[in-house]
């Protein structure tokens, strides 16, 4: 029973170019989620999707960032443009769909990130 | 709002001592208070988890005390061994949102 899985594990983009990150929940989950976490600090959400759907983007910057959840595929979060701040590990997580389609406090699971060097 | 706070930044412990870590929130909407326990290049792994409706969760050598009236909650460690050392996060969730609140971090180190 895999956990969530992510690629690339270490990513190197000079100015200007694009990062894909991707991810792969858990088996049988349906909620994906993306977290930032800058250099000694904790982690910062960014969004909450679940198949076809983003539910939730508050944590995304305006510009150069989107986020997909195909019906088939990995989940990829796509960053356009990186500038040296993009600098940081990303991290997915997972978590089972609840009762009428909501996350009813189940787990979330993490998977081991994602981490982006902006040369 | 919506912030978690979470201290010491960092906290040194002899082997075979307690370990405790604090949390503190405002909003009082959070229903679900997880703790995390990270190791350098790993992600965030679930240790133990707490909802408002108890005072005290005991999970082998961890547990979390929370308290709803001072919106603070705090994970020990008893007879912490060098295999803790890492960074833990508490962080919180939204009743019926699904985002989790991190805390800053605290690294721990536990000397043998």
């Known amino acids: 029973n895999a956990g969530v899985m992510q690629n690339p594990r270490h990513l190197v983009r000079r100015r200007g170019q694009e990062a894909r990150l991707r991810c792969s929940p858990m088996?049988?989950?349906?909620?994906v989620y993306w977290y930032r976490q800058l250099p000694e600090e904790g982690l910062k959400f960014m969004v909450y999707?679940?198949?076809?759907?983003?539910?939730?983007e508050s944590g995304m910057p305006k510009e150069r960032f989107s986020a997909e959840f195909p019906k088939e595929g990995p989940s990829i979060l796509r960053i356009q443009q990186v500038v040296r701040g993009d600098s940081a590990a990303y991290f997915c997580?997972?978590?089972?769909?609840?009762?009428?389609?909501?996350?009813?406090?189940?787990?979330?699971?993490f998977g081991e990130g994602s981490g982006l060097t902006v040369v | 709002q919506q912030q978690v706070k979470q201290s010491p930044q960092s906290l040194i412990v002899q082997k075979g001592g307690i370990s405790i870590i604090n949390c503190a929130y405002e909003?009082?909407?959070?229903?679900?208070f997880p703790w995390y326990q990270q190791f350098p290049g790993k992600g965030p792994a679930l240790l133990i988890a707490?909802?408002?409706?108890?005072s005290e969760k005991k999970e082998g050598r961890f547990t979390i005390s929370f308290n709803k009236s001072a919106k603070q909650f705090s994970l020990h460690i008893m007879d912490s061994q060098p295999g803790d050392s890492a960074t833990y996060f508490c962080?919180?969730?939204?009743?019926?949102?699904?985002?989790?609140?991190f805390g800053q971090g605290t690294r721990l180190t536990i000397n043998p």
């Open positions: 997580a997972s978590s089972p769909k609840g009762r009428a389609g909501r996350n009813s406090g189940n787990t979330t699971y």
């Open positions: 088996k049988g989950h349906s909620h």
């Open positions: 999707l679940q198949k076809e759907n983003i539910i939730d």
């Open positions: 909003n009082t909407a959070f229903d679900y």
């Open positions: 707490i909802r408002p409706d108890v």
């Open positions: 962080a919180a969730r939204n009743q019926g949102a699904q985002k989790l609140v």
